[in-house]
């Protein structure tokens, strides 16, 4: 996980104005904001990537081409930003998506992949345990994903419930989870991030 801001005073304030109040003209700020947290998420997929094919290149180099597949060229695994679509009960109340404004402000081209399937309850009240149970099933693909790399994107990561479930769905379409950024997270879980599976993203635990 990588994270822009610490959601809290100025900053959680800021946040709450952009997505319940229409002050749409944060998003600049807010991208300013987000996009070395973005960056540093793509250039750890990428060293990711680079790692696991130099592995795959010895494997080949050592085993011959008749007992280990040569490996393809990074190209045939495109790397593509996919942000967790906001509710359509939300996007009646806003007229808006959070994250596609900061994405398009930031100069951030986003695969529209992910829509949501079920309506859940309001996450603020929840515990981590009732966050993951009420996002179940939420969110489904639009297409296949085979082949394909993703970083998932969200505004704020308080338990990871949201994130994780975005997740499930990718990897149900085929696509691989290699990492995620938000523009701010809930300081009481940095040491330990209680993502409902358990698992990290981009062959990581917890968040940075």
């Known amino acids: 996980m990588h994270y822009a801001l610490r959601y809290e005073g100025r900053v959680r304030r800021v946040l709450l104005a952009f997505k319940n109040h229409h002050r749409t003209d944060l998003s600049r700020p807010l991208a300013r904001a987000f996009v070395p947290a973005l960056l540093r998420a793509v250039e750890a997929a990428e060293q990711t990537e ?23 060229d990074a190209s045939a695994r495109p790397l593509q930003i996919v942000a967790v679509p906001s509710s359509r009960r939300a996007f009646r109340t806003r007229g808006y ?22 309506e859940t309850r309001s996450q603020k009240l929840l515990s981590a345990e009732q966050r993951a149970s009420n996002v179940l099933g939420a969110f489904i693909t639009t297409r296949s994903l085979a082949g394909i790399r993703v970083i998932i994107v969200d505004d704020v990561l308080t338990t990871g419930a949201t994130i994780d479930e975005a997740a499930r769905a990718i990897f149900a379409a085929g696509g691989t989870v290699v990492g995620a950024a938000t523009i701010g997270f809930t300081p009481r879980t940095l040491t330990v991030r209680d993502i409902a599976s358990g698992e990290g993203y981009g062959m990581e635990k917890g968040a940075k």
């Open 50 to 72: 680079t790692s696991t094919r130099s592995e795959a290149a010895k494997r080949f180099e050592a085993a011959g081409p008749s007992e280990v597949a040569a490996p393809t």
């Open 97 to 118: 998506h959070p994250m596609a404004l900061v994405l398009r402000a930031a100069g951030v081209r986003h695969a529209r992949v992910l829509r949501v399937a079920q």
